[in-house]
């Protein structure tokens, strides 16, 4: 829940500035872009100039091109630093990466996001983790923002709000989420243009990818894991880019009886970055926190320290297998 007198404060460093810059995450998902749109062009609309914008690579997913709002995106380095920042659906400052520095620098920094382990690094913070995006959030308070919702911003929401609760089928789904999504609808939201857009979007190099990723899964029954593993070779091999890879994990969650599936995929830099997801009474936000990450009860991830997948997956095992079942 957030206190009405922590929405106040928001709406007064809002307010008192017609410059506005609105941040989201590293390798932003559906529901910071949507976030980011949506929210910008409600500002917008009340009389902001907006820059909106998250850390390099700043590559928009193509998928997302159907939203509107997206002349209010800039390059970190196009950035001109002016007016207060409201960072979106960032659990810690950190998470803005280099644009952190511009935040420090802010006359105000409004925090809104939904991830347990917010650190409320704002100077108004709206966290609330019962909200199953950010975008409902935002939604529930536009009126105390001194913001409104229209066709266009509904159309981002919406589209956040189906994306980071899987299509409202996750365990953050709840009736205030139909509710918010019913409203949007009611405006004139059209669910199946969402599905057709983000769902329905994919190049046949990602099939591909998808089928050959799939074919390489492991399943470790005493562990109860399923996890695959995305080389720098297969995204060459397939002419897939990274920005296209955020689902690749969710192939492996439709395997019966696991509790964890992993997606380790290797980044440019040969680091190893780990996505998470689980069923509902295994906590890996917890565990991706451990090994330097973040996220939600059921879907989290991290970069991990070790040297190569092999490695990243043995560090995982050790992990799922040293603490019991549903710790945390
Ligand atoms: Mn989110």
Same mark, same amino acid.
Do not use: P
């Given at each position: 829940m957030i206190d009405e007198r922590e929405t106040a404060r928001a709406a007064q460093i809002i307010s008192g500035r017609r410059e506005l810059m609105i941040f989201g995450h590293h390798f932003p998902d559906g529901d910071a872009i949507g976030s980011i749109l949506g929210m910008g062009l409600m500002l917008e609309k009340a009389g902001h100039r907006v820059q909106a914008s998250w850390p390099e690579p700043f590559e928009p997913p193509e998928k997302y091109d159907f939203l509107p709002g997206r002349r209010l995106l800039r390059r970190p380095s196009e950035l001109q630093q002016s007016g207060a920042v409201i960072a979106l659906?960032?659990?810690?400052?950190?998470?803005? %990466? %280099?644009l952190e520095q511009v935040a420090d620098l802010a006359e105000g920094l409004v925090n809104i996001d939904h991830h347990p382990d917010n650190s409320m690094f704002g100077d108004a913070n709206l966290v609330d983790h019962q909200c199953a995006a950010t975008a409902q959030i935002i939604y529930e308070h536009a009126t105390g923002l001194g913001i409104r919702l229209d066709l266009d911003s509904a159309l981002c929401l919406y589209t956040a709000i189906v994306t980071d609760t899987g299509r409202f089928q996750y365990s953050n789904t709840r009736a205030g989420t139909f509710e918010a999504a019913a409203e949007m609808v009611r405006m004139g939201v059209e669910p199946n243009l969402v599905f057709a857009n983000v769902f329905q979007n994919d190049s046949l190099a990602y099939l591909r990818l998808t089928g050959s990723i799939l074919s390489g899964a492991v399943y470790d029954d005493d562990l109860g894991l399923v996890y695959a593993a995305l080389r720098r070779e297969d995204m060459k091999r397939f002419g897939v880019a990274m920005n296209e890879t955020e689902d690749l994990v969710d192939g492996l969650r439709t395997l019966r009886a696991h509790r964890v599936a992993a997606l380790f995929k290797e980044l440019p830099d040969g680091k190893v970055r780990v996505s998470l997801r689980s069923r509902a009474d295994t906590d890996i936000g917890s565990l991706a926190r451990r090994l330097g990450g973040g996220g939600h009860r059921v879907a989290a991830g991290y970069t991990s320290s070790a040297s190569g997948v092999d490695a990243a997956v043995q560090e995982l095992r050790e992990e799922l297998g040293g603490r019991s079942a549903g710790a945390g």
């Open positions: 659906d960032c659990a810690n400052a950190g998470r803005m %990466e %280099e």
